[in-house]
């Protein structure tokens, strides 16, 4: 893995889906899936949009998981609900509890309808600092991010741009083909 660089496997910014901050969730999906049919290499398609402020920079990302809770919405019963997690209460206990305060009288069309309007900014998720990596950092070096960081992309820098996406997708997919070649030489 020491002959790669982050920038040999990363996905460039040209390729990769982006809206602005101001964008709709529908705006959003339909981004992903037309980088989704673009993306013709052999690797594993796009999961996350970019988010783009009003100068063009990368300011974060909309992933599937982000896309879905969106569908769930946000209401003031929500909101209390997730904060008794605080509290000590299990997973188990505050899925019960919501599902015993969830509005059982909206229609899949209104979830949808009402979530396809909803603006990213409110659903995205801001980059931290250990998500970016230089162009030229070793995947040693990004490996050890993915793993501490718990991160399933990391930003590729160039300087102060942001130059593309390093997927975990990536990563794996070459660590296993140099694995695999290794393996069967001997």
Do not use: C, W
């Amino acid at each position: 893995m020491k002959n790669y660089l982050a920038k040999d496997l990363m996905v460039p910014i040209s390729e990769y889906s982006t809206v602005f901050e101001e964008a709709t969730l529908f705006e959003a999906v339909l981004e992903l899936e037309k980088a989704q049919e673009e993306f013709t290499e052999n690797r594993y398609s796009h999961r996350a949009v970019l988010i783009l402020n009003k100068d063009k920079r990368v300011i974060g990302k909309l992933s599937q998981l982000d896309f879905i809770r969106a569908l769930e919405g946000k209401n003031e019963q929500d909101r209390e609900t997730d904060d008794i997690g605080k509290f000590g209460f299990s997973s188990k206990a505050i899925i019960v509890h919501k599902e015993k305060h969830r509005v059982k009288s909206i229609s899949e069309k209104e979830i949808l309808s009402t979530a396809a309007k909803f603006k990213v900014k409110d659903f995205m998720q801001i980059y931290s600092d250990g998500e970016y990596i230089d162009e030229n950092t070793s995947l040693d070096t990004a490996v050890h991010q993915f793993t501490t960081g718990l991160h399933l992309s990391l930003l590729v820098t160039r300087g102060e741009d942001i130059v593309g996406v390093l997927r975990l997708s990536d990563v794996f997919a070459a660590a296993f083909h140099a694995m695999k070649k290794y393996e069967l030489e001997e």
